[in-house]
């Protein structure tokens, strides 16, 4: 299924490029060379379709090399962002204890060391960023069709949980082959340049690179931080056709373009990772031409979930994906419909939805309900057409430029400060970024900490799209009748930004 389409893609596209990253083309025919000889080392490490192998690596011809000989190899890739701390990139490799961690030479040592630190046996395979001359063995993939199984482990994609807790979220071949098959349909051309200017280990990242290969279209990337003017000249140079990127991209294109850029060549835009405003879609379109097609998905759908299809879905998410059951549920009254024209939580259920979440022992933990069914904590309404229009979440998850921070993780980290005695994160809107996570701090017996200091230590611990933009001091926190923190206080007093307090700090 989804393992035999990828690895047919390669030898059907041959001479095609398939990768652009800034520093060399990369063909079909050379990412199956590079692959192959990777897989080739991987392969005896294999012992169970449990099994898999971890991939830090930035964009580039390498992570695609990587991602495919995990595949090769018969085992499911984990795929780990690389802006991650070390402290978290720790915390994952403990939750999934991959047999090999696939990294670039500049990180090899350290993983190294991090994995025996950690009593992690783990062989650590050197990547380099472009293909070794010698051509490895062609055609390798024999047991991978013997072994592919529609409902097995094919990759395990991180999410944060409600608890703090890293989420490692199983998705079979099944699963993946649904959603980038329906992708690749109906969003690609052969002749399409797509550029991904997001992490790949992203999920959205992920199902818009692997898309691109499954049509035999060329991929463009960056192993750099998004930067939006070289970005502009990008999209121009190599006339790019189609671009899937978070709202705060697009953002920063229109910011960046200073109204003079004209795409001649781009013919579709998509957006996902969070709910993009009206504005922007009114902008963007404005601007380029093209208009702006926003969807909504989730790690634990290994993708899309909602997608653009009629105009009478322009202002929404679109319509649910080919197999996908969608119901819009009263989320004071669980189970029960949401009344007509009012908002509900989405529940979805089908072969798409993850079948748990992973744990160290390799057991898998359902995060649907007995009959199936996923509560993505996310409000919606749904109209005569069938659109559904996200308006707002249940859950307390903040998504900031198509990135989701579980507040709990911050709590934790902020907690481990000696001069804290308790903190609370909430969302606060950002013209940029959608939302940012602002902190609440109760100071501890020592004083009261710099704001600034309790950043830094952030950003020791945190990526740093989980660090707070800024910094609330109280006495206590505000907690419910049942002695809960109350997030919806907290929202109504520090979810605004207060111009007079100077003990904000911002980054």
């Known amino acids: 299924m989804f ?83 070390e402290h978290e990139i720790a915390r994952v490799l403990e939750h999934v204890r991959p047999r090999a961690v696939l990294t ?48 097995a482990p094919c990759m395990v994609m991180h999410t944060s949980g409600s608890t703090g807790a890293c989420r490692p979220l199983v998705q079979t071949g099944r699963a993946l082959h649904l959603a980038t098959g329906f992708w690749h349909r109906r969003h690609r051309a ?19 690179a692997v898309s691109t290969l499954l049509a035999g279209a060329t991929l463009l990337v960056s192993s750099r931080a998004f930067e939006p003017t ?28 200073d109204g003079r850029w004209r795409p001649a060549a781009l013919r579709r835009c998509l957006s996902a990772g969070q709910q993009t405003p009206a504005g922007l879609r009114e902008d963007w379109h404005r601007r380029t031409g093209v208009e702006l097609l926003q969807s909504w998905g989730m790690t634990e759908l290994g993708g899309p979930g909602l997608s653009p299809t009629t105009d009478s879905c322009r202002d929404s998410a679109g ?4 197999g996908l059951e969608v119901r819009v549920v009263d989320h004071r009254a669980s189970g029960r419909p949401a009344p007509a024209g009012t908002a509900g939580e989405l529940w979805v259920r089908g072969a798409q939805v993850t079948p748990g979440r992973r744990t160290g022992s390799r057991q898998v933990i359902p995060v649907t309900d007995d009959d199936g069914w996923l509560r993505t904590g996310d409000l919606v309404l749904r109209d005569e057409h069938g659109c559904v229009r996200v308006v707002g ?24 400060h000696p001069r804290v005695e308790d903190a609370a994160v909430i969302a606060r809107a950002d013209h940029r970024r959608g939302e940012v996570p602002h902190a609440v701090v109760v100071p501890g017996p ?58 904000h700090a911002a980054v």
């Open 190 to 208: 052969p002749d399409d340049v797509v550029a991904v200017p997001i992490p790949l280990a992203h999920a959205y990242g992920h199902l818009a």
């Open 319 to 322: 319509v649910p994906v080919p």
């Open 104 to 151: 670039g030479p500049e990180q090899a040592d350290g993983v190294e060391e991090l994995c025996t630190g950690r009593g992690l046996r783990v062989h650590v395979i050197t990547v380099p960023p472009e293909r070794p001359v010698a051509r490895g063995p062609r055609g390798a993939a024999g047991d991978v069709r013997q072994r592919s199984e529609a409902d």
């Open 3 to 85: 393992r035999d389409a990828l690895i047919d893609a390669l030898s059907a596209n041959d001479a095609g490029i398939a990768v652009l990253d800034g520093t060399a083309a990369h063909s079909y025919a050379e990412l199956d060379d590079w692959s192959s000889s990777l897989a080739a080392t991987l392969r005896p490490l294999a012992d169970t379709p449990e099994d898999c192998a971890a991939v830090l690596l930035p964009n580039g011809g390498s992570w695609i090399a990587a991602y495919l000989a995990v595949h090769k190899a018969g085992m499911a890739v984990a795929p780990v962002n690389a802006v991650l701390t």
């Open 446 to 503: 020592g004083g009261r900490p710099d704001a600034e200091e309790l950043l830094v230590h952030c950003r020791r611990l945190l990526a740093r799209y989980k660090v707070p933009r800024s910094v609330d001091f109280a006495e206590r926190l505000p907690l419910s009748a049942t002695g809960k923190l109350d997030r919806a206080a907290l929202r109504e007093r520090y979810g605004v930004p207060e111009q007079e307090d100077m003990s």
């Open 393 to 416: 979440r249940s859950k307390d998850t903040i998504m900031t430029g198509g990135y989701s921070v579980e507040p709990a993780e911050v709590e934790d980290v902020l907690r481990t």
């Open 230 to 257: 070289r970005w502009l000249e990008e999209l121009a140079a190599r006339d790019v056709t189609v671009v899937e990127a978070v709202p705060t991209v697009y953002r920063g294109l229109l910011e960046a373009s």
